[in-house]
Nanobody, 128 residues
Protein backbone atom coordinates (compact mmCIF):
# COMPACT_ATOMS: atom_id res chain seq x y z
CA UNK A 1 0.00 0.00 0.00
CA UNK A 2 1.53 3.25 -1.16
CA UNK A 3 0.98 6.41 0.83
CA UNK A 4 1.19 9.84 -0.74
CA UNK A 5 1.13 13.14 1.11
CA UNK A 6 1.00 16.50 -0.59
CA UNK A 7 2.13 19.79 0.91
CA UNK A 8 2.94 23.31 -0.15
CA UNK A 9 -0.47 24.58 -1.12
CA UNK A 10 -1.81 27.91 0.02
CA UNK A 11 -3.04 31.32 -0.97
CA UNK A 12 -1.01 33.29 -3.49
CA UNK A 13 -1.62 36.38 -5.57
CA UNK A 14 -1.89 36.16 -9.33
CA UNK A 15 1.55 36.17 -10.87
CA UNK A 16 3.07 34.45 -7.87
CA UNK A 17 4.63 31.03 -7.50
CA UNK A 18 4.16 27.92 -5.40
CA UNK A 19 6.12 24.71 -5.16
CA UNK A 20 4.06 21.68 -4.23
CA UNK A 21 5.65 18.60 -2.74
CA UNK A 22 4.50 15.01 -2.56
CA UNK A 23 6.08 12.50 -0.22
CA UNK A 24 5.71 8.84 -1.16
CA UNK A 25 6.14 5.82 1.04
CA UNK A 26 5.21 2.17 1.35
CA UNK A 27 3.01 1.43 4.34
CA UNK A 28 4.79 -1.90 4.73
CA UNK A 29 8.11 -0.17 5.12
CA UNK A 30 9.49 -1.66 1.94
CA UNK A 31 11.51 0.48 -0.41
CA UNK A 32 9.27 2.67 -2.49
CA UNK A 33 9.45 2.15 -6.21
CA UNK A 34 7.03 2.99 -8.98
CA UNK A 35 6.72 3.62 -12.70
CA UNK A 36 5.41 7.17 -12.77
CA UNK A 37 4.23 9.98 -10.56
CA UNK A 38 1.61 12.47 -11.61
CA UNK A 39 -0.09 15.66 -10.57
CA UNK A 40 -3.76 16.32 -11.17
CA UNK A 41 -6.05 19.12 -10.07
CA UNK A 42 -9.74 19.63 -9.54
CA UNK A 43 -11.46 22.96 -9.34
CA UNK A 44 -14.91 23.35 -7.77
CA UNK A 45 -17.60 22.15 -10.11
CA UNK A 46 -15.09 20.86 -12.65
CA UNK A 47 -13.72 17.49 -13.57
CA UNK A 48 -10.31 16.35 -12.45
CA UNK A 49 -7.63 17.59 -14.83
CA UNK A 50 -4.22 16.19 -15.68
CA UNK A 51 -1.34 18.52 -14.85
CA UNK A 52 1.97 16.70 -15.26
CA UNK A 53 3.71 13.37 -14.97
CA UNK A 54 7.26 12.16 -14.51
CA UNK A 55 8.79 8.75 -15.10
CA UNK A 56 10.36 7.50 -11.89
CA UNK A 57 13.22 5.74 -13.64
CA UNK A 58 14.02 7.80 -16.73
CA UNK A 59 12.95 11.18 -15.34
CA UNK A 60 11.18 11.99 -18.58
CA UNK A 61 8.36 14.44 -18.04
CA UNK A 62 5.15 15.49 -19.69
CA UNK A 63 3.20 18.61 -18.80
CA UNK A 64 -0.30 19.43 -19.98
CA UNK A 65 -0.04 21.58 -23.07
CA UNK A 66 -1.97 24.48 -21.55
CA UNK A 67 0.41 24.59 -18.59
CA UNK A 68 3.73 24.26 -20.37
CA UNK A 69 6.08 27.10 -19.64
CA UNK A 70 4.50 27.80 -16.26
CA UNK A 71 4.48 24.41 -14.50
CA UNK A 72 7.43 22.08 -14.02
CA UNK A 73 7.47 18.62 -12.49
CA UNK A 74 10.58 17.16 -10.88
CA UNK A 75 11.55 14.45 -8.41
CA UNK A 76 14.11 13.29 -5.92
CA UNK A 77 14.31 9.51 -5.92
CA UNK A 78 16.52 9.39 -2.86
CA UNK A 79 13.87 11.22 -0.83
CA UNK A 80 10.87 9.63 -2.56
CA UNK A 81 9.62 13.09 -3.39
CA UNK A 82 7.97 14.64 -6.41
CA UNK A 83 7.52 18.36 -6.88
CA UNK A 84 5.38 20.70 -8.92
CA UNK A 85 6.80 24.16 -9.44
CA UNK A 86 4.05 26.55 -10.47
CA UNK A 87 4.94 30.00 -11.76
CA UNK A 88 2.94 32.93 -13.07
CA UNK A 89 -0.11 31.61 -11.32
CA UNK A 90 -3.55 32.66 -12.48
CA UNK A 91 -6.90 32.63 -10.68
CA UNK A 92 -7.97 29.78 -12.95
CA UNK A 93 -5.21 27.65 -11.42
CA UNK A 94 -7.21 27.59 -8.19
CA UNK A 95 -7.95 23.96 -7.38
CA UNK A 96 -7.14 21.07 -5.12
CA UNK A 97 -3.94 19.52 -6.39
CA UNK A 98 -3.44 15.79 -6.07
CA UNK A 99 -0.38 13.62 -6.31
CA UNK A 100 -0.78 10.14 -7.78
CA UNK A 101 1.36 7.18 -8.68
CA UNK A 102 1.17 4.37 -11.20
CA UNK A 103 3.11 1.26 -10.25
CA UNK A 104 3.75 -0.20 -13.70
CA UNK A 105 3.63 1.01 -17.26
CA UNK A 106 5.20 1.47 -20.62
CA UNK A 107 4.34 4.98 -21.76
CA UNK A 108 2.90 8.32 -20.61
CA UNK A 109 -0.32 8.25 -18.64
CA UNK A 110 -2.57 11.28 -18.37
CA UNK A 111 -5.90 9.84 -17.21
CA UNK A 112 -6.76 9.70 -13.55
CA UNK A 113 -8.08 6.14 -13.73
CA UNK A 114 -4.66 5.04 -14.95
CA UNK A 115 -3.10 5.80 -11.56
CA UNK A 116 -3.14 3.37 -8.65
CA UNK A 117 -2.73 5.51 -5.53
CA UNK A 118 -3.66 9.06 -4.62
CA UNK A 119 -2.88 11.58 -1.95
CA UNK A 120 -5.45 13.61 -0.07
CA UNK A 121 -4.74 16.77 -2.00
CA UNK A 122 -3.57 20.26 -1.17
CA UNK A 123 -5.54 23.42 -1.82
CA UNK A 124 -4.10 26.10 -4.07
CA UNK A 125 -5.94 29.40 -4.20
CA UNK A 126 -4.83 32.18 -6.52
CA UNK A 127 -6.33 35.59 -5.85
CA UNK A 128 -6.74 38.21 -8.53
Amino acid sequence: QVQLEESGGGLVQAGGSLNLSCAASEASGRTFNTYAMGWFRQAPGKEREFVATINWGSSSTYVAYSLKGRFTISKDNAKNMVYLQMNSLKPEDTAVYYCATRSRGTYIYTKGYEYDYWGQGTQVTVSS
